[in-house]
């Protein structure tokens, strides 16, 4: 296992050049961003593990990922800390040529459908973007604790320092002002 700058970052020249047969590699890092959506994510600079299977598919690649690591957020009930461990997997095929996939003419061609392969860079392929899409599409917007929240619906005890018996929880705070 390779500890590396950027986990995502695989070399596929064995696989491009080589034999013909699948490689697999893993990697250990940091994140080089946070991926997720705002209340719970991979944070930035956090260890991820990323183990790829690259399949040589003549003048490209297919590389099958699963990424490991823990996630931070918040529940959105109560606040609590969350750090759950996560598993995604990815699958994308990378061109190692310009003639790797020729399909219908220039004019007919459907631009921006999402569907481009991407290309292998200096016998390098990037899976950071494919790991964005796929836990932005799979990790929960609102996030709560399991099995069900605790603490849903308290509101902190006093503080002893304002000389209130009771104060209003945190998040309506701000609203205050409004009444």
């Known amino acids: 296992m390779a500890v590396m700058a950027n986990p995502f970052v695989f070399n596929v020249a064995e696989a491009v050049h080589g034999d013909g047969l699948p490689v697999t590699t893993t990697q250990t890092g940091p994140s080089p961003s946070r991926i997720g959506p705002e209340m719970i994510a991979l944070p930035e600079g956090a260890e991820v593990t990323v183990e790829a299977t690259i399949t040589p ?58 569907d481009e392969i991407m290309a292998v860079v200096d016998d390098t392929v990037d899976l950071e973007q494919a790991f964005i899409d796929e836990m932005g599409m799979t990790l929960p917007f609102n996030p709560v604790c399991e099995p069900e929240c605790v603490n849903a619906g308290e509101v902190p005890s006093p503080d002893g320092i304002s000389g209130e ?8 705070a701000g609203l205050e002002k409004f009444l």
């Not at 018996?165 to 309506?172: A, K």
């Open 165 to 172: 018996e009771e104060r209003v929880d945190p998040r309506w």
């Open 57 to 114: 598919l003549g003048s490209g690649v297919l590389v099958d990922a699963t990424a490991t690591g823990t996630l931070e957020g918040e529940c959105v009930r109560c606040l609590a800390r969350l750090t759950p461990e996560f598993s995604a997997t990815v699958n994308q095929v990378f061109s190692a040529s310009d003639d790797f996939i020729v399909g219908a003419d220039d004019d007919d061609q459907d631009k921006g459908s999402g």
